[in-house]
Each structure stands twice: as C-alpha cells, then as structure tokens.
C-alpha cells in the first residue's frame, strides 16, 4: 500500500457513468472524464510554524478533485496522489 506523507492523499478515481439519467448509453468518447474518487490514504497533515494542521478527509471520503498529482499503478490499480489542496469538497 502507499502511506502518503505531509498532506498528501492518496485517491482512487470512480468510473464515469456510462448511462445518462435518461437512459442514454454513452461510447466511450462521449463520457465525461470522471471528477469524483474515493480517499484511499491520508497523510498526516502539514506542518506550519511547527504544529501540525489536520487533514480535512479521511479514508473512505468521496471526494471531487481536480486533474493535478501524480498517477501511480500499484498491484494493477492506478491511483493518483494529490495534495489535499487539490481537493475541491467532500461529498456527504
């Protein structure tokens, strides 16, 4: 597994629908890229003045994330590690 460090965190982006609300099938060109994925690891946070500021997510959050970090394949999964600023919000 991949243990991220300061706030770094580690996320698993979901599939794109492949139907519309309609009921539309979608070809692959037609799909929209997928925007939402799901928190995997969290680091322990950032550091400012020598405390340490907590981090917003947890594992297991469903979050909506902008295209930035680094894409890793691990075990045959592809994950992308991004800083946590790079998490837009939490869906509830």
Same mark, same amino acid.
């Given at each position: +597994?991949? %243990?991220? @460090? ?5 996320? &698993? +982006? $979901?599939?794109?629908?492949? =139907? *519309?609300? /309609?009921?539309?099938? #979608? *070809?692959? *060109? !037609? ?10 690891? $969290?680091?322990?946070?950032? *550091?400012?003045? /020598? &405390? @340490?500021?907590? +981090?917003?997510?947890? %594992?297991?959050? &469903? ?6 970090? %680094? =894409? $890793?394949? @691990? ?6 590690? $991004?800083?946590?600023?790079?998490? #837009? !919000? &939490?869906? @509830?």
């Amino acid at each position: +597994m991949i %243990k991220p @460090l300061n706030d770094n965190v580690v996320i &698993k +982006m $979901v599939e794109a629908e492949e =139907k *519309t609300a /309609g009921g539309i099938i #979608l *070809t692959g *060109t !037609a799909k929209e890229q997928p925007e939402i994925a799901e928190v995997v690891e $969290v680091g322990p946070g950032k *550091t400012v003045d /020598g &405390k @340490l500021i907590p +981090m917003d997510v947890v %594992k297991g959050d &469903k979050v909506i994330c902008s295209y930035t970090g %680094k =894409k $890793v394949k @691990l075990d045959g999964e592809e994950y992308r590690i $991004v800083s946590q600023d790079d998490i #837009l !919000a &939490k869906i @509830l």
